[in-house]
């Protein structure tokens, strides 16, 4: 069964309110991909030392600390990260762009940065999707 996957979990960061869960390898912030990752943190007036971010690898693992860090809004990267966090198989272009819930807690599913080096178009909607989690958490952007 795919949903009880069981790769490496990987995270770091302050058990805080706003979690990112992601569709990649530990490394969060090398590389273009964690560049592209560190400015959309940026526009959103956090910083990496700001979130807690994970790897969605061990589903498991994922929703235990899920569990222990009760945050108030989970935004995940990636399609991997947003089926398994939401355990649907819906694609992830019909996931986006809207709040879902995951027990009680508010989920933003939206692109991962290495779709948006692909794809650079996709950025404005990751963008409109950041605003909505920017609002619901009470952030006010940097424009």
Not at 4 to 14: A, E, H, I, L, Y
Not at 95 to 117: Q, S
């Amino acid at each position: 069964n795919q949903l009880q996957t069981r790769d490496p979990f990987f995270f770091q960061g302050p058990e805080t309110a706003i979690v990112f869960i992601l569709d990649s390898e530990a490394n969060f912030f090398n590389g273009n991909k964690g560049e592209l990752l560190k400015k959309i943190l940026l526009a959103m007036n956090l910083s990496s030392d700001s979130v807690f971010i994970c790897t969605a690898g061990d589903f498991i693992k994922v929703h235990e600390k899920i569990k222990t860090i009760c945050p108030k809004v989970i935004i995940t990267l990636g399609t991997k990260a947003s089926q398994l966090l939401l355990k649907v198989k819906t694609p992830l272009v019909q996931l986006r762009g809207k709040f879902h819930e995951y027990n009680g807690i508010k989920v933003m599913p939206t692109f991962h940065p290495a779709l948006l080096l692909e794809q650079p178009d996709c950025k404005r909607q990751v963008w409109e999707d950041m605003k909505q989690v920017m609002k619901y958490a009470g952030l006010t952007d940097g424009s």
